[in-house]
């Protein structure tokens, strides 16, 4: 099984500051056959359902603010959330669909400092 | 608008048997693979398995901590997945939730709301 590590567990980051957010896995979930990295990063609000917010490793899901971005490659990838707004605070989780099973990292939480 | 709801979900004593339904609109159901994803009250994320489609024969894959207890299958005609869960365990308490495969089957892009499955005596 591929394992995702995230980190850090958890940050406090100010309104309006950056919010970076690390997920390694064990092995590459680099896909030659269609050139893309099989890396999501979800958004999870107390509550509710975990909402996609990155797939590709970069690309943004519809309708999710371009204050995320997503980047990295092969083993490495980062979570960027560029100006932190309140409505931020969440658990965010990193995902690999590069094989069976499908594996989560242990979640970030975000929090407002 | 994709919708999944789940339902079925309750109280049941160790060594019992739950069946979780997820009925889904909005989208082609019959094209797309299914799956179920639990949560563990205060813990991560953990991927149960999947029904994949027609084309791909229904196969089904799953997790090693459910394999051979657990069983997921499909009713295109009624838009609808299930998840049988039986010789459950406590530690299969959490919020189970329905999930939509993208388009290449590979992450999610829709969940349910969830359906709480508490196992205890």
């Known amino acids: 099984d591929i394992v995702m590590t995230q980190s850090p567990d958890s940050l406090a980051v100010s309104l309006g500051e950056r919010a970076t957010i690390n997920c390694k896995s064990s092995?590459?979930?680099?896909?030659?056959?269609?050139?893309?990295?099989?890396l999501g990063w979800y958004q999870q609000k107390p509550g509710q359902p975990p909402k996609l917010l990155i797939y590709?490793?970069?690309t943004r899901e519809s309708g999710v603010p371009d204050r995320f971005s997503g980047s990295g490659s092969g083993t490495d990838f980062t979570l960027t959330i560029s100006s932190l707004q309140a409505e931020d605070v969440a658990v965010y989780y990193c995902?690999?669909?590069?094989?069976?099973?499908?594996?989560f990292g242990q979640g970030t939480k975000v929090e407002i400092k | 608008e994709v919708h999944l709801v789940e339902s079925g979900g309750g109280l049941v004593q160790p060594g019992g048997s739950l069946r979780l339904s997820c009925a889904a609109s909005?989208?082609?159901?019959?094209?797309?693979?299914m799956d179920w994803v639990r949560q563990a009250p205060g813990e991560g994320l953990e991927w149960v398995g999947r029904?994949?489609?027609?084309?791909?024969?229904?196969?089904?894959e799953y997790a090693a901590s459910v394999k051979g207890r657990f069983t997921i299958s499909r009713d295109d005609s009624q838009n609808s997945v299930f998840l049988q869960m039986n010789s459950l365990r406590t530690e299969d308490t959490a919020v189970y939730f329905c999930?939509?495969?993208?388009?290449?089957?590979?992450?999610?892009?829709?969940w349910g709301q969830g359906s709480l499955v508490t196992v205890s005596s």
């Open positions: 999930a939509r495969d993208s388009s290449s089957g590979a992450y999610f892009p829709n």
């Open positions: 092995q590459s979930v680099f896909y030659s056959s269609n050139n893309k990295n099989q």
């Open positions: 029904i994949k489609n027609k084309a791909k024969s229904y196969i089904t």
């Open positions: 590709g490793a970069s």
């Open positions: 909005g989208f082609t159901f019959s094209d797309h693979y």
């Open positions: 995902q690999q669909y590069y094989s069976i099973p499908r594996t």
